[in-house]
């Protein structure tokens, strides 16, 4: 089952900041030439980090003053930055090309932000495994007996496959790890903390629930531990 992605719902930068450009070479909303740039672009950095932290909220955190930029969206006569996966954008993104990479800017600024790299998403249904795929694979056995088994389009539990949203909006969700909204329990979040040796499992609630019990990661049982096969 692929995962869904809600874009109604959601310092260091990633990259370098490229200098200011008189404008001549970009191509900003309207121009007939963003049709041939339709597609997701995401900071590379963005992947590395993913890779290196193994958590999606440590990447976010990482990325805390630019996150509204981490990726951006080219479709027809305009282009989006991401805003965090939380609002809609207003579409006046300015972006231009340089040895097959992206950079982007808004249409009122002066700096070029990226550099992106062109990924294989072509919908929002597919954008969570671009990121997924950087970190979340393998099989693992559960310390409750069950084979979990990850991968960037699928979980599955002794074979079966479980319904999971990762959340790339933080704005109410679990602030460690990675979260995915699921089934598995009376809470609405599964979350994903990287072990050494696999990953420790909690459930946990929306930030503002007023029945909230804080989880620290690092002293709090798992509901889950999973070590590597």
């Not at 990447?59 to 990726?71: I, K």
């Not at 979260?179 to 909690?202: E, I």
Request: aromatic share 10%; net charge positive; proline share 7%.
């Amino acid at each position: 089952m692929r995962f869904r992605i809600c874009f109604a719902c959601s310092a260091v930068a990633l990259g370098a900041a490229a200098p200011a450009h008189a404008g001549d070479d970009a191509i900003c909303p309207g121009n007939p030439a963003l049709a041939t740039l339709q597609g997701t672009w995401v900071r590379k950095a963005l992947l590395e980090q993913l890779k290196q932290s193994r958590s999606w909220a440590a990447t976010m955190e990482w990325n805390s003053n630019s996150t509204q930029t981490a990726t951006v969206y080219v479709a027809k006569d305009r282009a989006d930055f991401s805003l965090n996966w939380h609002e809609g954008d207003t579409g006046r993104v300015c972006v231009r090309t340089t040895q097959g990479q992206l950079w982007a800017r808004d249409a009122g600024a002066t700096t070029w932000i990226g550099p992106y790299t062109r990924t294989q998403a072509r919908s929002p249904t597919q954008e969570a495994a671009v990121y997924l795929g950087a970190y979340f694979s393998g099989c693992f056995k559960s310390d409750q007996g069950e084979r979990w088994c990850l991968s960037p389009r699928q979980i599955t539990i002794n074979g079966k496959p479980v319904r999971a949203e990762l959340q790339m909006d933080l704005s109410e969700g679990p602030l460690y790890g990675t979260a995915f909204a699921t089934q598995l329990s009376k809470l609405p979040f599964t979350v994903f903390v990287p072990r050494p040796d696999g990953w420790d499992v909690f459930q946990d609630d929306w930030a503002s629930s007023p029945d909230r019990q804080p989880i620290d990661p690092a002293k709090d049982r798992p509901w889950r531990r999973l070590k590597a096969e």
